[in-house]
């Protein structure tokens, strides 16, 4: 964690930073055994996962939603009903003048409330903290379940200084050619599509190679290795319910492939046939079956090697090369 200091007298100095060290001691010993609780932090371009103890990190102006979270059996936590706000609301302290010159908060409504949910938007960088207290746990999750020192907490949160360059994520330059932006544009549109985030720096540059060399099957074996990674499994439906609100599983699925659809091809749908053989490739996909694997390959492919997501993109495909469409087996 990054500290920031400011210039201030000795005696301020020490005094203030007596009352962070404190502060994070506590903090720290308030998390310890208390691993059941995790965080989600939701923004419009992904989301991530903390665990109690850790320190949330968003850009200052950056738009953010905080849910608390509590481990279940499976891979998918519970949702909580939490308040979530000033520290000192919550018996820990702290200048709530100071927290907020770093994260502005909407004050919780009921929804908020039953969603365990602060919406807030970042200011001026630094480090603060916010407290919350669980008012329950969504079934078949159980409150008492919960250790009662771990029903009330702190969230940390460092607020970063405003990224330079304006590009939403450090894009690497491509080098110019059409071919080159191209590929860029297009790996950047499946990340959107199927990942449900935007690429950023710390994206490999290598799906953009395998487009430039393979191209149109250098897009059905990226969209496949989309498919099939940890992440596409773990998150995708969590960024869909993110942004679309709950809902039931079979709900949020179709959610999810409808949100692919709407980006890759435009307001176009596929056929019946098409969307029904997606939707159980997806299904199985995301379950426990022994062929997801090569259920959620294929979902990749088929994506990506419909004649909707040659016509959408036409202009871009056809800059990488001229050749053979590929249509959905």
């Known amino acids: 964690m990054t500290l920031h200091i400011r210039s201030c007298s000795p005696r301020t100095a020490l005094l203030g930073a007596a009352l962070l060290i404190g502060t994070l001691a506590a903090s720290a010993a308030s998390a310890a055994g208390c691993d059941v609780v995790s965080y989600r932090l939701w923004q419009p371009n992904g989301v991530s996962w903390y665990g109690v103890g850790e320190t949330i990190e968003i850009g200052a102006g950056e738009e953010g939603h905080i849910y608390v979270h509590v481990d279940s059996r499976s891979k998918s936590p519970y949702t909580t009903q939490a308040e979530i706000g000033y520290p000192s609301s919550f018996g820990f302290g702290g200048d709530a003048r100071r927290v907020a010159s770093m994260v502005r908060m909407e004050a919780q409504n009921s929804s908020d409330r039953q969603a365990g949910r602060i919406r807030l938007r970042a200011q001026k960088p630094g480090t603060t903290s916010l407290g ?130 709407r980006d890759l091809y435009g307001y176009v749908e596929p056929s019946r046939d098409d969307r029904d053989g997606d939707l159980e490739d997806l299904d199985i996909c995301l379950s426990g079956d022994r062929d997801r694997f090569d259920a959620c390959a294929r979902l990749g492919r088929n994506l990506v090697g419909s004649r909707l997501f040659y016509d959408h993109n036409r202009r871009a495909i056809d800059d990488l090369r001229d050749g053979a469409v590929y249509r959905r087996r």
């Open 132 to 261: 919350y207290r669980l008012k329950g746990v969504s079934s078949p999750g159980r409150l008492d379940a919960v250790p009662p020192r771990c029903r009330t907490g702190q969230i940390r949160i460092e607020v970063l200084g405003s990224s330079s360059g304006g590009d939403g994520g450090g894009r690497p330059q491509p080098g110019g050619s059409r071919a080159e932006e191209a590929a860029l544009s297009l790996v950047e549109l499946l990340y959107e599509g199927i990942l449900r985030r935007d690429r950023t720096s710390r994206d490999s540059y290598g799906f953009v190679d395998i487009v430039l060399q393979r191209e149109r099957d250098g897009l059905m074996e990226v969209a496949e290795q989309m498919t099939t990674s940890e992440e596409f499994r773990r998150e995708a439906l969590r960024r869909t319910e993110g942004s679309s609100g709950r809902g039931d599983l079979a709900r949020l699925r179709e959610r999810l492939l409808n949100e692919m659809y």
